[in-house]
């Protein structure tokens, strides 16, 4: 059974920098796509970023292009989140999430990990 637990989140101020993690278990992940969604109260859940295990390719919300880098470590089975320059916007519970490479749906969702930027 995959299991994706997230860690990092914090209270930071308007311009600082966190990195988010995901640990990722329950099967080997060649072949899936993993993903950073967030959900800031009041607002559907939104995309952020996602990787392929393999192929290490990343995809991006306009939003959070040249401020967040997702990456992955192979051989830890985890995945991170480097949020720098964050914006008051950026709030939200932010969501690991999982799904197989050919397949557009995730299937698989972390707890989630809050994320609040203060001015």
């Known amino acids: 059974q995959v299991q994706l637990v997230e860690s990092g989140g914090g209270l930071v101020q308007a311009g600082d920098s966190l990195r988010l993690s995901c640990a990722a278990s329950?099967?080997?992940?060649?072949?899936?796509?993993l993903g950073w969604f967030r959900q800031a109260p009041g607002n559907e859940r939104e995309f952020v970023a996602s990787?392929?295990?393999?192929?290490?390719?990343?995809s991006y919300a306009d939003s959070v292009k040249g401020r967040f880098t997702i990456s992955r470590a192979n051989a830890e089975n985890t995945v991170y989140l480097q949020m720098n320059s964050l914006k008051l916007e950026d709030t939200a519970v932010y969501y690991c999430?999982?799904?197989?490479?050919?397949?557009?749906?995730?299937?698989?969702w972390g707890q989630g990990t809050q994320v609040t930027v203060s001015s």
């Open positions: 999430a999982a799904r197989v490479i050919a397949v557009a749906k995730y299937d698989y």
């Open positions: 329950g099967r080997t992940f060649s072949r899936y796509v």
């Open positions: 990787i392929s295990w393999s192929a290490g390719r990343t």
